[in-house]
């Protein structure tokens, strides 16, 4: 057998090893994504695992069981499921709101809120956009913070929420890229009660909390109260003395 018949039997033997090699490989790459995705087609399995990320609800802070009982030492009557519903219908309106360009569609909040709702509106105006968020649904809600400061009571909720999402200029043209896919994020929901207006800068909080029934005087102070100018006993039971001051998106 000549020289140039081996060099050929080797070259051809070593096409065989790499072809060999190859499809090994290609099946063992099929045979895994069939395990983990179920299909032996690999780009159909990475577009499974995107819907699944798609769909997974954001993780949250919560923190209820830490500041419940605290927020009940305070506010005895204190209603959490109340409130928080309360704090849900909150969150979705003022995305309603945004989506309407509508200030009026949000029913809750203090002027603070409702003063940012109508700066971040008539920014989309300046700018000749529109923010759209439909079949907002919201995962969960659970306490994350609860704090005191400057004569107020401060409740925070976070919210793992999901929306489809896009920006569309005047002509209506979608903006930036769009996806099938729905949107999954976080909110912040504070909720605002005066504890002592005698210590509140803000005089758009003033007319927060609560005043005694029987001579109109603020009350300071949480939980039972008494009114200092009538002596009039005051229990606090109603849960619309508080009001939501800010509704912020996490990134």
């Given at each position: ?17 790499v ?109 000749g ?23 107020r ?77 009538c002596?009039?006993?005051v229990i ?16």
């Amino acid at each position: 057998m000549s020289g140039v018949m081996i060099g050929i039997i080797v070259i051809l033997v070593l096409l065989l090893a790499v072809i060999g090699s190859v499809g090994i490989a290609i099946w063992r790459v099929k045979s895994a994504a069939q395990k983990a995705f179920g299909t032996s087609d690999l780009r159909e399995g990475i577009k499974q695992i995107e819907q699944e990320y798609a769909m997974a609800p954001k993780s949250i802070s919560a923190m209820t069981s830490l500041y419940l009982p605290r927020i009940k030492a305070d506010f005895p009557e204190f209603q959490y499921d109340e409130m928080k519903v309360r704090a849900e219908n909150a969150l979705t309106s003022y995305l309603i709101a945004v989506d309407r360009m509508t200030p009026g569609a949000l029913k809750e909040g203090n002027k603070e809120l409702h003063d940012k709702l109508e700066m971040r509106i008539q920014m989309l105006c300046g700018a000749g956009r529109r923010e759209h968020y439909k079949r907002i649904k919201i995962h969960r809600t659970e306490l994350c913070d609860y704090k005191k400061r400057n004569g107020r009571c401060i409740i925070t909720f976070q919210s793992a929420v999901q929306y489809y999402h896009t920006i569309t200029d005047e002509n209506g043209e979608i903006l930036g890229e769009h996806s099938d896919m729905p949107t999954q994020s976080r909110y912040n929901t504070d909720v605002i009660y005066i504890q002592d207006r005698d210590r509140v800068e803000d005089e758009r909080d003033l007319s927060l909390g609560l005043n005694c029934p029987n001579c109109g005087a603020p009350i300071s102070g949480t939980g039972s109260k008494v009114c200092e100018y009538c002596g009039t006993p005051v229990i606090e039971i109603n849960i619309h003395a508080w009001t939501f001051s800010d509704i912020r998106e996490l990134k």
